[in-house]
């Protein structure tokens, strides 16, 4: 994955990761992953991005270590309207998981909308810290219409078809109603 500006239109490296960074810090979230589809001709990279710290690059077998990732200074891709919410609470002997009313469908919706600015396949995880730090919350997605996916630690369970719901003022699709 260069990080000069690509023929085929392809979003680089600088704009991914202030991309992914922003995401990062306007959800709240620990960290976002990235598995981006660069087409036939090349290997997936997976882009391992915290909120804040080093992010690391694996691609075709190498795995690359960026010290300092905003010194890339890109332009994101787009904004994705996201607002960080209190952590969930787990119970950790049931494996419940509480929250604000809505906020996992806020953050599925946020998710797959971050999903939608990368080409292809790409598929996005992110997570986030939970009351029980053995058990962070993560929502995976790709862009298009694919079931989400959730992990609470270890626990991962595929979401239903329709999650997340539309949100006020939107269409069941997704879009803007």
Known sequence: MAPE?????????PAILATLRRFARDA????????LDQG???????????ADGPV???EGGEVRVLG????????PLGRVHVHALPPFEVDSGT???RGILGGLDSYGRAVRELATLFPGRSAVTVEWETTDPAAPLSLAARGGEEPMALALGEA??????GFPAPGRGEAPGGAAG
Not at 28 to 35: C, E, I, N, T
Not at 40 to 50: F, S, T, Y
Not at 156 to 161: A, K, N, T, V
């Open 56 to 58: 690391e690059i694996a």
């Open 68 to 75: 300092q990732p905003d010194a890339l200074a890109g332009e």
């Open 156 to 161: 991962q369970f595929d979401l239903p078809e």
């Open 28 to 35: 709240g979230a620990a960290r976002v992953a990235l598995v």
């Open 5 to 13: 500006a690509a023929d085929d239109g392809a979003p680089r490296l």
């Open 95 to 97: 494996g419940e998981l």
């Open 40 to 50: 036939a001709a090349l290997p997936a990279a997976v882009v391992d991005c915290p």
